[in-house]
């Protein structure tokens, strides 16, 4: 049975995880203290969170909150990045920090309820964020409305020239006659 203290950890655990759009399992074996301050500081500029968890804790809160098959992810050191918005971005963020730190690594992850492998989480950390894609989609809004407007203002432009061109003809139509 779990002394009250580690079940207390294992409540606000699975707190965490229950509210998170992605987690993403870590290993950070080798880090120096420094290196643990920057890397949690970047995850912090991100608004992504990161805990060095206990397994035992760890696995407990997976398995009420229904995150099944990562036993294997809980075995050494564990760290978790938390994602509570944009779930893309805590692989994002953490693939790039297995980039500056070398002994960072990313075990696998969660996405939207969905387990990941490590490969599949480098997949994950390709995709163009949320703001990104939202971009994307009003670019492609955006361009028929732009030629819309542009064909619509060369038929006006068209229909002056025109009117312009009969008027210089019935002007030149009334003159009289040069003697």
Same mark, same amino acid.
């Given at each position: 049975?779990?002394? #009250?203290? *580690?079940?207390? #950890? $294992?409540? @606000?655990?699975?707190?965490?995880? *229950?509210?998170s759009?992605? @987690?993403?399992?870590?290993?950070?074996? /080798?880090?120096?203290?420094?290196?643990?301050?920057?890397?949690?500081?970047?995850?912090?500029?991100?608004?992504?969170?990161?805990?060095?968890?206990?397994?035992n804790?760890?696995?407990?809160?997976?398995?009420?909150?229904?995150?099944?098959?990562?036993?294997?992810?809980?075995?050494g +050191?564990?760290?978790?990045?938390?994602?509570?918005?944009? +779930?893309? @971005?805590?692989?994002?963020?953490?693939?790039s920090?297995? =980039? *500056?730190?070398? %002994?960072?690594?990313?075990k696998?992850?969660?996405?939207?309820?969905?387990?990941?492998?490590?490969?599949e989480?480098?997949?994950?950390?390709?995709?163009?964020?949320? %703001?990104? @894609?939202?971009?994307?989609?009003?670019?492609?809004?955006?361009? +028929?409305?732009q030629?819309?407007?542009?064909?619509?203002?060369? $038929?006006v432009?068209?229909?002056?020239?025109? $009117?312009?061109?009969?008027? =210089? *003809?019935?002007? /030149?139509?009334?003159?009289?006659?040069?003697?």
């Open positions: 049975m779990p002394t #009250a203290e *580690k079940e207390q #950890a $294992v409540r @606000l655990l699975e707190e965490r995880l *229950k509210r759009k992605a @987690l993403v399992f870590t290993d950070f074996h /080798g880090l120096t203290a420094s290196d643990m301050v920057e890397l949690r500081r970047e995850f912090r500029k991100h608004g992504l969170e990161y805990r060095v968890v206990k397994n804790v760890a696995r407990l809160a997976a398995e009420r909150v229904g995150i099944k098959e990562t036993d294997s992810y809980f075995r +050191p564990t760290g978790l990045c938390i994602s509570y918005d944009d +779930p893309a @971005l805590a692989f994002k963020v953490s693939h920090l297995t =980039k *500056k730190f070398e %002994h960072y690594k990313i696998g992850g969660v996405m939207e309820g969905v387990v990941v492998s490590a490969a989480a480098e997949q994950l950390a390709n995709l163009p964020s949320r %703001h990104e @894609l939202l971009g994307m989609l009003v670019s492609a809004l955006q361009a +028929p409305m030629q819309l407007a542009s064909v619509l203002h060369a $038929v432009r068209d229909f002056v020239s025109v $009117v312009d061109e009969v008027r =210089k *003809k019935r002007e /030149g139509e009334q003159a009289p006659p040069a003697s």
